[in-house]
C-alpha cells in the first residue's frame, strides 16, 4: 500500500484519492480552529500563495481529538478558517489522528515515516512533508513553523 492508495474525504462530502497529488510535494497537517498553534494557518496559507503554482500542496485535516479544540462542523470549520485567516489551500473533513478510529492516512503516516515511527500525533498542527513520488520525507511536531519549513520544500520541488 502506498500513500496514493488512500482515500480521504473533503469538505463537500466527496471521496478524493490521494493519488490526486502524485507528482507534486504535499504537506499534510491536523489543524484546530481553538488552538495555541492556530496562528499557524497564516504561514501554511503563505507558503500555499508562495509555491502552489510550483507543485506544492497544502492539506489541512481538522482534528477535535486534543482538548476538544475543533468541536465545529466541517462547514463552520472551513468558515472560519477561511475568515479569520485567508485559507485557501485544501481542506478536509474532519478525522481522527489517533485511537482506535485513526483515519487510515494517519495510519499510514505514523508506521512510515523515519521520525517517531509508530508514535501517535501528539498535538494539533503536526505535519508530514512528503515528496513528489509519494515518500514521507519528514515529520514535524507542532512548534515547527510552518515558514521554517521554507528551504526543504524549495529543494523538493
Not at 489551500?89 to 478525522?95: I, N, Q, R, S, V
Amino acid at each position: 500500500m502506498s500513500l496514493y492508495d488512500i482515500t480521504v474525504e473533503n469538505m463537500k462530502n466527496e471521496q478524493v484519492k490521494l493519488d490526486k497529488y502524485k507528482g507534486n510535494v504535499v504537506l499534510i497537517v491536523n489543524t484546530a480552529s481553538k488552538c495555541g498553534f492556530t496562528p499557524q494557518f497564516e504561514g501554511l496559507e503563505e507558503l500555499h500563495k508562495k509555491y502552489s503554482d510550483k507543485g506544492l500542496k497544502i492539506l489541512g485535516f481538522p482534528c477535535n481529538q486534543f482538548l476538544r479544540q475543533d468541536p465545529g462542523s466541517n462547514d463552520e470549520i472551513l468558515e472560519f478558517c477561511q475568515l479569520n485567516y485567508g485559507v485557501s489551500f485544501e481542506m478536509f473533513a474532519k478525522l481522527s489522528v489517533k485511537g482506535k478510529k485513526m483515519h487510515p492516512l494517519y495510519q499510514y503516516l505514523i508506521e512510515n515515516t523515519s521520525q517517531r515511527t509508530g508514535k501517535n500525533v501528539k498535538w494539533n498542527f503536526e505535519k508530514f512533508l512528503i515528496t513528489k513520488d509519494g515518500e514521507i520525507h519528514s515529520r514535524h511536531a507542532s512548534t515547527v513553523k510552518p515558514k521554517s519549513l521554507e528551504e526543504t520544500i524549495e529543494s523538493l520541488l
